[in-house]
């Protein structure tokens, strides 16, 4: 095991939790090994907030075999992550969050209009991938796919993934996401 990996994953984790950009134990983080064998990913349903080491399972890319502490199973999606760290070599960690503001525009019908602020603006709305059941084998394919052009998507009626070159990037990026869908829902009341 990396220890290094896992201490990035632990304190990010507590990041996202102390941001209030996770609710319950929803979510989810992995970073890929230098070697690009083996993801390291939160284990099914922890708690973000008190998140330690044991909660973070080794998986193999090849098989999806994994090592695991106290019995626990990696999060169900990811088989989601996989997908994205094959069709992506330049991306290194991916972060999976239920945020409150961007998480409303993934639950209605209103789009997440892209803003200035984190590279370059390559449309007009944040990329959306439609709602498939969570842990499922549509929502990996749907979503890897569509992040082959994407560092950001908002899964319709289910939360935010963002992809990065490092953990840091990635998590920049869902906090970016957070905050552009903040000032639209502000905006959005304003303008009632």
């Given at each position: 095991m990396d220890n290094n990996i896992i201490e990035n994953i632990v304190k990010t984790a507590h990041h996202i939790y102390n941001k209030d950009m996770i609710i319950g134990k929803a979510g989810?983080?992995?970073?890929?090994?230098?070697?690009?064998?083996y993801i390291y990913i939160t284990a099914s349903g922890t708690d973000f907030?008190?998140?330690?080491?044991?909660?973070?399972?080794?998986?193999?890319?090849?098989?999806?075999?994994?090592?695991?502490?106290?019995?626990?199973?990696?999060?169900?999606?990811?088989?989601?992550?996989?997908?994205?760290?094959?069709?992506?070599n330049d991306v290194n960690?991916?972060?999976?969050?239920?945020s409150p503001y961007a998480t409303a525009f993934a639950f209605s019908n209103k789009r997440l209009r892209q803003q200035e602020g984190f590279g370059e603006i390559t449309g007009e709305y944040i990329a959306e991938v439609e709602y498939y059941t969570p842990g499922s084998k549509k929502l990996a394919l749907h979503t890897s796919n569509a992040l082959k052009e994407e560092d950001a998507v908002l899964l319709k009626n289910h939360?935010?993934?963002?992809?990065?070159?490092?953990?840091?990037?990635?998590?920049?990026?869902?906090?970016?996401?957070?905050?552009?869908?903040?000032?639209?829902?502000?905006t959005h009341t304003l303008n009632l």
């Open positions: 989810n983080i992995s970073i890929i090994d230098k070697k690009r064998e907030k008190s998140l330690k080491y044991s909660d973070i399972i080794k998986v193999k890319l090849d098989d999806l075999s994994y090592v695991s502490n106290d019995e626990k199973v990696p999060s169900m999606e990811t088989s989601l992550h996989i997908g994205v760290y094959i069709n992506r960690s991916v972060v999976h969050v239920h939360g935010v993934i963002t992809v990065g070159k490092d953990i840091d990037e990635a998590t920049l990026l869902c906090e970016y996401i957070e905050g552009i869908a903040k000032t639209q829902y502000i």
